[in-house]
């Protein structure tokens, strides 16, 4: 056998190919549901942020400290789930912060359009992982 067959790994056995398929299915099973959480996070993020009443709290505190049962509710994951998906660097903190400025802008100049002010007073906008004081015209 020539050694490039040997280092492409044409020496396995079938049992250990068999052995590598059963781990590369389950390596894509856990791919798969990692996906999913994130499609779905992604998606609900906004709704669970529409519907809590925390505004001055960055959004991280929300999740893990004030609001963890309607985090769960809302997305479908845990704390642990979220804290995990954190531990691997899947958060950029300047986009998030950027998305959830624009989410609360967006969602106040939709508010005040129909002449509901939804947190009087409110003066500061928590974001991701910061707080901004809000301008006020």
Do not use: C, W
Request: cysteine-free; charged content about 30%; overall charge positive.
């Amino acid at each position: 056998m020539s050694k490039a067959k040997k280092e492409k790994g044409d020496d396995i056995t079938p049992g250990e190919k068999k052995q590598l398929t059963a781990e590369e299915k389950e390596y894509k099973s856990k791919r798969k549901q990692i996906q999913e959480k994130l499609i779905k996070f992604a998606t609900r993020i906004p709704a669970f942020m529409y519907l809590t009443d925390y505004r001055e709290n960055t959004l991280y505190d929300v999740i893990t400290k004030i609001e963890p049962d309607l985090f769960k509710a809302v997305t479908g994951l845990s704390v642990a789930d979220f804290n995990l998906l954190v531990s691997l660097g899947v958060f950029n903190a300047g986009h998030m912060n950027q998305a959830v400025f624009a989410f609360r802008r967006y969602e106040d100049a939709s508010l005040s359009y129909t002449g509901i002010e939804s947190h009087e007073g409110l003066r500061r906008y928590g974001l991701y992982d910061t707080v901004v004081a809000i301008e006020k015209p």
